[in-house]
């Protein structure tokens, strides 16, 4: 299994372009996230997935958009592109209800924007 | 004031040595209590999680939970270079399920 993978690896943007940040999982997990990480901050959820289909917002949602058409995969959306989102994005997934303790990262975007 | 609490660091000290990590919280609702090690440039990792009170061992690796304190602690003993990490707190409600709020993880180094 190659777990969660996310791609690129890294990317830069002006401000103002949009693009968007994969993430796929071959666990068969109901439940995905995305996460920014700012140095000294944590791990600040930006939104979440139970399934296919549903979608909620997590603490800093501002600025993005996701969707989940499948298990496997969960975009993530940036529109016009801000100095604030710099910070590295990532994605995890967990098995369901119950077991969302035991999450499962991947490597990581390192986005700058400028 | 943030829910989760924890000392950024950095926390440096020499191999063999037994290492504390702490965290405190406010809301005493939390129930999941967990301690993701997150090396350099990768994705964060469980290395342990407690249910409610008491204490969870593993190998040299133990963690407490103290919720009258609102306090958590992850003690690892004998530390290698390879402890080498970030190490954050994290914590559940038990009805939010999906859910974790993470503290802002504490840069441990291990000299040989």
């Known amino acids: 299994n190659a777990g969660v993978t996310q791609t690129p690896k890294f990317r830069i943007l002006k401000i103002g372009q949009s693009m968007t940040l994969q993430c796929a999982q071959d666990m068969n997990h109901n439940y995905m996230y995305w996460y920014r990480q700012d140095p000294g901050m944590g791990l600040k959820l930006i939104y979440y997935?139970?399934?296919?289909?549903?979608?909620d917002k997590g603490e800093v949602p501002n600025g993005y958009n996701v969707s989940r058409s499948t298990t496997e995969d969960f975009p993530l959306r940036l529109e016009l592109a801000a100095p604030s989102q710099t910070s590295v994005y990532f994605c995890?997934?967990?098995?369901?209800?119950?077991?969302?303790?035991?999450?499962?990262f991947g490597p990581g975007t390192r986005l700058t924007v400028t | 004031q943030k829910e989760v609490e924890q000392d950024p660091g950095p926390l440096s000290v020499p191999e063999g040595a037994i290492v504390s990590l702490n965290c405190t919280y406010s809301n005493s609702a939390f129930q999941y209590f967990m301690w993701y090690r997150q090396y350099s440039r990768k994705g964060p990792e469980l290395l342990m999680y407690?249910?409610?009170?008491g204490n969870k061992e593993d190998g040299r690796f133990t963690a407490q939970v103290d919720k009258s304190s609102k306090y958590i602690s992850l003690f690892i003993r004998d530390s290698q270079p390879s402890d080498s990490a970030t190490y954050l707190c994290a914590m559940s409600l038990p009805t939010s399920g999906s859910r974790l709020t993470f503290g802002e993880g504490t840069q441990l180094t291990v000299n040989p």
């Open positions: 995890a997934s967990s098995l369901g209800q119950g077991f969302s303790y035991e999450q499962y």
């Open positions: 997935s139970v399934g296919a289909g549903i979608t």
């Open positions: 407690t249910y409610s009170s």
